[in-house]
Protein backbone atom coordinates (compact mmCIF):
# COMPACT_ATOMS: atom_id res chain seq x y z
CA UNK A 1 0.00 0.00 0.00
CA UNK A 2 1.77 3.53 -1.05
CA UNK A 3 0.86 6.48 1.27
CA UNK A 4 0.10 9.56 -0.36
CA UNK A 5 2.08 12.72 1.19
CA UNK A 6 -0.01 14.96 3.44
CA UNK A 7 0.89 18.09 1.35
CA UNK A 8 -0.62 15.92 -1.64
CA UNK A 9 -3.72 15.01 0.27
CA UNK A 10 -4.25 18.85 1.60
CA UNK A 11 -4.19 19.83 -1.98
CA UNK A 12 -6.68 17.41 -3.48
CA UNK A 13 -8.87 18.12 -0.33
CA UNK A 14 -8.51 21.54 -0.71
CA UNK A 15 -9.33 21.14 -4.57
CA UNK A 16 -11.93 18.78 -4.40
CA UNK A 17 -13.78 20.26 -1.03
CA UNK A 18 -13.41 23.79 -1.53
CA UNK A 19 -16.84 25.59 -0.94
CA UNK A 20 -18.29 22.73 0.86
CA UNK A 21 -17.82 24.38 4.27
CA UNK A 22 -20.68 26.43 5.08
CA UNK A 23 -19.76 30.18 5.75
CA UNK A 24 -21.35 29.35 9.58
CA UNK A 25 -19.35 26.48 10.03
CA UNK A 26 -17.71 27.37 12.64
CA UNK A 27 -20.04 29.84 14.68
CA UNK A 28 -20.84 28.31 18.12
CA UNK A 29 -24.56 27.94 17.17
CA UNK A 30 -24.87 26.24 14.01
CA UNK A 31 -28.66 25.01 12.72
CA UNK A 32 -29.30 23.23 8.98
CA UNK A 33 -32.88 21.63 8.15
CA UNK A 34 -32.66 19.51 4.98
CA UNK A 35 -33.20 21.90 2.94
CA UNK A 36 -30.29 24.25 3.86
CA UNK A 37 -27.67 21.41 3.23
CA UNK A 38 -25.78 22.36 -0.07
CA UNK A 39 -25.01 19.61 -2.24
CA UNK A 40 -21.82 19.55 -4.63
CA UNK A 41 -19.21 16.76 -6.14
CA UNK A 42 -17.79 14.67 -4.21
CA UNK A 43 -13.98 14.60 -3.01
CA UNK A 44 -11.81 13.96 -6.06
CA UNK A 45 -10.49 11.28 -3.81
CA UNK A 46 -13.55 9.36 -4.09
CA UNK A 47 -15.17 8.13 -7.43
CA UNK A 48 -17.27 10.34 -9.71
CA UNK A 49 -20.94 10.04 -9.19
CA UNK A 50 -21.01 10.89 -5.51
CA UNK A 51 -22.24 14.44 -3.95
CA UNK A 52 -20.99 16.27 -0.80
CA UNK A 53 -22.25 18.80 1.57
CA UNK A 54 -19.69 19.92 4.48
CA UNK A 55 -22.20 20.54 7.52
CA UNK A 56 -20.09 22.27 10.15
CA UNK A 57 -16.31 22.68 10.04
CA UNK A 58 -13.87 21.93 7.13
CA UNK A 59 -12.94 18.70 5.89
CA UNK A 60 -9.49 20.42 4.26
CA UNK A 61 -8.29 22.14 7.64
CA UNK A 62 -7.01 21.10 11.32
CA UNK A 63 -10.29 20.82 13.27
CA UNK A 64 -13.82 19.28 13.95
CA UNK A 65 -16.13 18.68 10.89
CA UNK A 66 -19.30 16.58 9.61
CA UNK A 67 -19.32 15.94 6.03
CA UNK A 68 -22.33 14.35 4.10
CA UNK A 69 -21.95 11.74 1.07
CA UNK A 70 -24.54 10.89 -1.02
CA UNK A 71 -23.74 7.82 -2.62
CA UNK A 72 -26.24 7.13 -6.00
CA UNK A 73 -27.20 3.53 -6.08
CA UNK A 74 -24.37 0.77 -7.51
CA UNK A 75 -22.02 3.19 -6.16
CA UNK A 76 -18.62 1.51 -5.17
CA UNK A 77 -15.51 3.13 -2.90
CA UNK A 78 -12.82 0.08 -3.39
CA UNK A 79 -10.60 -0.96 -0.12
CA UNK A 80 -9.13 2.22 1.38
CA UNK A 81 -7.86 3.85 4.85
CA UNK A 82 -8.49 6.74 6.72
CA UNK A 83 -5.69 8.60 8.79
CA UNK A 84 -7.69 9.56 11.70
CA UNK A 85 -10.60 7.68 13.31
CA UNK A 86 -14.15 8.67 11.72
CA UNK A 87 -17.70 8.29 13.11
CA UNK A 88 -20.26 7.36 10.38
CA UNK A 89 -23.82 7.46 10.56
CA UNK A 90 -25.96 6.11 7.93
CA UNK A 91 -29.09 8.65 7.44
CA UNK A 92 -31.04 7.32 4.45
CA UNK A 93 -30.34 4.37 2.08
CA UNK A 94 -28.46 1.05 3.03
CA UNK A 95 -24.75 1.20 2.68
CA UNK A 96 -22.61 -2.20 2.31
CA UNK A 97 -19.60 -2.03 4.47
CA UNK A 98 -17.03 -4.27 3.98
CA UNK A 99 -13.24 -4.81 5.77
CA UNK A 100 -10.24 -5.81 4.35
CA UNK A 101 -8.20 -5.25 1.15
CA UNK A 102 -9.74 -7.11 -0.88
CA UNK A 103 -13.47 -6.00 -1.94
CA UNK A 104 -16.20 -8.32 -1.78
CA UNK A 105 -19.74 -7.89 -1.91
CA UNK A 106 -20.82 -10.63 -0.42
CA UNK A 107 -18.87 -10.67 2.39
CA UNK A 108 -20.31 -6.79 3.63
CA UNK A 109 -23.08 -6.86 6.33
CA UNK A 110 -25.57 -4.04 5.02
CA UNK A 111 -26.17 -1.29 7.54
CA UNK A 112 -29.71 0.95 6.86
CA UNK A 113 -30.76 4.08 7.65
CA UNK A 114 -29.86 4.53 11.54
CA UNK A 115 -27.07 2.94 11.73
CA UNK A 116 -24.08 3.66 12.86
CA UNK A 117 -20.04 2.75 12.78
CA UNK A 118 -16.96 3.66 14.11
CA UNK A 119 -13.72 3.08 12.56
CA UNK A 120 -9.60 3.15 14.08
CA UNK A 121 -7.08 4.87 11.56
CA UNK A 122 -5.55 2.42 9.11
CA UNK A 123 -8.47 -0.03 9.20
CA UNK A 124 -9.00 -1.13 5.84
CA UNK A 125 -12.61 -1.19 4.61
CA UNK A 126 -14.84 -0.61 1.00
CA UNK A 127 -18.54 0.30 1.05
CA UNK A 128 -21.11 0.10 -1.62
CA UNK A 129 -24.46 1.46 -1.93
CA UNK A 130 -27.21 -0.56 -2.59
CA UNK A 131 -29.79 2.41 -3.14
CA UNK A 132 -29.54 6.22 -3.22
CA UNK A 133 -27.94 6.01 0.59
CA UNK A 134 -26.71 9.14 2.56
CA UNK A 135 -24.04 8.82 4.89
CA UNK A 136 -22.56 11.92 7.20
CA UNK A 137 -19.21 11.38 8.69
CA UNK A 138 -18.00 13.00 11.69
CA UNK A 139 -14.30 13.43 12.61
CA UNK A 140 -11.10 15.71 12.46
CA UNK A 141 -9.32 17.19 9.48
CA UNK A 142 -7.46 17.57 7.67
CA UNK A 143 -9.42 14.36 6.00
CA UNK A 144 -7.67 11.95 4.26
CA UNK A 145 -8.01 8.61 2.05
CA UNK A 146 -5.72 6.03 1.18
CA UNK A 147 -6.36 3.07 -1.48
CA UNK A 148 -5.34 -0.05 -0.76
CA UNK A 149 -4.61 -0.73 -4.12
CA UNK A 150 -3.18 2.16 -6.04
CA UNK A 151 -5.01 1.95 -9.47
CA UNK A 152 -8.14 1.92 -7.21
CA UNK A 153 -7.41 6.28 -6.70
CA UNK A 154 -9.69 8.29 -9.29
CA UNK A 155 -7.04 10.77 -8.97
CA UNK A 156 -4.57 9.02 -10.57
CA UNK A 157 -6.62 8.68 -13.68
CA UNK A 158 -7.85 12.41 -14.10
Known sequence: MKTISSALISAALLSGLAGLAPASAMDAHT?????????????????????????????GKEGLFALRLKLPKGYHIPPHTHPRPELVTVL????????????????????PAGSFFAMSPGMQHYVYADEETVLQLNTTGPWGLTYVNEKDDPRKTQ
Not at 47 to 54: C, E, I, L
Open 92 to 111: SGTLRLGEGATADQGKTKPL
Open 31 to 59: VLTPGDVKWGPGPASIPKGAQAAAVYGDP
